[in-house]
């Protein structure tokens, strides 16, 4: 088929399906298409997920022509009463419907492979709007099929993601490809732990706010995920090499002016980003955990190869643990109490001697709900991390939920680490 | 303030945010939205993500609000130029902004809580439309803001789920509650370990296909999630005492129909599970992990109360530290490998005598990418448990990424622990 000659510069997503406006199921076809369509150069303005109601989707989709080039509905293809998506875009578009031929005798086929006779039901499938090109299906009885309405262009694709995605790729390297712009998205990233998203902002908001009116222009957005700061720059070029170097050169002067609060330029999480320094260093690690609970080692035991650098640890919860694993004396317990700087750093001294590893940490806290006092309320936690040159040791206080302040307590200790190896590694240079 | 008289029959969702028109993010508040919008009996028409575009986000936002009674907007409320959600809504709605003192005075007071003054493009965050009530935000400094326009209600929440929540919750109970229909949707849920969602389908298919036909009818959804199966019960009707008898009947028949493999009716996770047996039996665990890295442990602390239960553990992820921290023997660690049963059994039965704990867990296995050979490929694991009255040992062999292992073996050393609790129990009251 031909598609209209304009370029497709913009797309929206509409995920047809009633189940996924519970809390049951998500609709994942559209992170898949956004990844997709960016890496074409079509810039997804949105995407709608909405219900099996013939109105409803009628209006969506009759917006969405108006707005953008390329229009991609997902799912309601299927053979029974509440799969309206052919019907709804043939009725929008003013197209009449027939049944292929071929369509019935494919899915007949498909139903005696599997010894089964074909339910009439399934006739539904094989309806095709006037001028439509049928995508075959090779992995499920819907068809997909390809539309143009004027200077648009329309997708119908099968909901089950592993008959969605082959069906895309094979239309968008013989279809979507060709008409492409010849402008694609380049993008960096750079993650930032110890700063608040206003101070991330106050600081970089200098050097982002001229760069969108530079050619090309760079788009900066600063995001708050748990424990870190996120940065994202975004050029959209014809020349990649152009617009890569841009955004190394914005991303080169956002890394001075935050520093060594930038833990990675290439989107790796903490717990690998202090896995790979130490994998370097021929370092190794062991924890000694109370409040995070194993959090720690399970998040850097995340990442492939961590055997290497992790030799374990203990989850000392009692007190008795943490003298019977860790070595911390009972009278230090006594004197400062559980949560307490002393204890953390006995805690990573006593984790660090027993295994042998090059860094021991310590984390003791009050994850909550319950065991806050006055002077040590919910989310007071201790870190300490003895290292073969220095100790560190801080009190932090977190808020959140107890799931929140056993991650930003082992995002703190993962980071008080990579500090540390930094600083070894300085000092060993000099 | 005062909601206009009309019921609430139907929503929108808005999700604000370019963020999550990648592959990077998923807008989960959604799925949260949703749950409870049906909870309410309100009627989640569609839900749309959409870009940090002024225009886009106005043209949804228009069309919504000609739709739906409630429109809910989440995100788009932070500090920085591109937070548009508070212009956009104001413009729309011909609604002049203006600065409330309090708001600023309130997130001033929050930065200095963390010794830090406020930057001053948080005054953004403080800008009111004309007859907004403003609702407080105790996790943020972006507070939520809930309008009405003719019959229409608009509700402006924050994007990040711990601040939207709560505050979603507030307002609910407060504003919503009392404009909600007299139907509403009732659920329940089974959440099934040990079984595949075919085995699932194929032992309560009999029971759930005449329920549609029922008055209510009751809907069934079955769902693959990661270690379980969930089967969800949805009925709606005017008279909740009806609809709750009736998925009551509806849920013990599929309990009778799938045994002990049901772990939880009220969907709690299955950690919380083990952990509430624990708690009501005056027992306690450890644990000694290899290839989960603490997984299990720190799934078990993520529970409020669980250091009533929980003594602690080891991670033993070098053969020296299973021998150091857990008593397992050198020589079976060369007899049998470091991943076999007889070890997993000796680390379940040594971490249970160092800690003594009521119940000891033992887990060894290759989460991979490396470390398979012929005889043991990645994902196979050896669990074991050590208990007051029996022990339970089983390897299994886990498919995917290391994650995913990494959880199917805490998922299936948790279980191992449910089940001989269960056990011990009918031991003792024999």
């Known amino acids: 088929m031909t598609l209209p000659p304009r370029l497709l510069g913009s797309a929206e997503v509409i995920a047809v399906g009633s189940e996924m406006l519970g809390a049951a199921r998500i609709d994942t076809n559209s992170l898949f298409l956004g990844e997709r369509l960016a890496s074409l150069g079509i810039d997804l303005r949105a995407k709608t997920v909405v219900g099996d109601r013939r109105a409803d989707l009628a209006t969506f989709f009759r917006q969405a022509l108006d707005r953008v080039d390329l229009v991609i509905l997902t799912g309601g293809l299927g053979p029974t009463d509440d799969d309206l998506t052919r019907d709804v875009v043939a009725d929008v578009l003013g197209l009449e419907m027939r049944e292929d031929p071929e369509i019935v005798e494919s899915i007949r086929q498909r139903f005696a492979r599997r010894g089964l006779r074909m339910p009439e039901i399934n006739r539904r499938q094989a309806m095709v709007p006037t001028g439509a090109t049928v995508l075959d299906n090779p992995n499920g009885s819907a068809p997909g099929l390809l539309l143009t309405h004027r200077d648009r262009v329309v997708l119908l694709l099968p909901g089950p993601p592993r008959e969605m995605k082959p069906m895309f790729e094979l239309i968008a390297a013989s279809a979507l490809e060709p008409r492409a712009r010849k402008e694609r998205f380049t993008r960096t990233v750079l993650f930032v732990v110890g700063r608040s998203e206003s101070h991330v902002e106050e600081a970089i908001q200098p050097i982002y706010a001229p760069l969108a009116q530079t050619v090309p222009p760079i788009e900066t957005t600063i995001l708050a995920a748990p424990g870190q700061i996120e940065v994202h720059l975004t050029a959209l070029s014809a020349d990649p090499a152009a617009a890569a170097a841009a955004l190394a050169s914005a991303r080169d002067r956002m890394v001075a002016a935050l520093g060594d609060d930038v833990f990675t330029t290439e989107g790796r999480p903490l717990e690998q980003v202090v896995g790979d320094l130490l994998a370097r260093n021929g370092s190794t690690i062991a924890a000694a955990e109370s409040c995070t609970g194993g959090l720690l080692l399970s998040r850097l035991t995340d990442i492939p190869g961590s055997s290497a650098y992790v030799l374990g640890g203990v989850v000392a919860y009692s007190n008795d643990l943490k003298t019977a694993f860790a070595d911390v004396p009972v009278e ?67 808020t959140g939920g107890r799931a929140q302040i056993k991650h930003y307590a082992s995002q703190i200790g993962l980071d008080m680490v990579r500090r540390m190896i930094g600083r070894d590694a300085v000092v060993r240079r000099d």
């Open 332 to 398: 230090l317990i006594h004197q400062h109490g559980a949560v307490s700087e002393p204890v953390a750093t006995a805690m990573a001294q006593g984790i660090r001697k027993r295994t042998g590893a090059t860094y021991g940490v310590g984390i003791t806290g009050i994850a909550g709900p319950g065991g806050g006092t006055p002077t040590k309320p919910v989310g007071t936690v201790a870190l300490a991390v003895e290292g073969p040159a220095t100790s560190a040791v801080r009190t932090a206080q977190f």
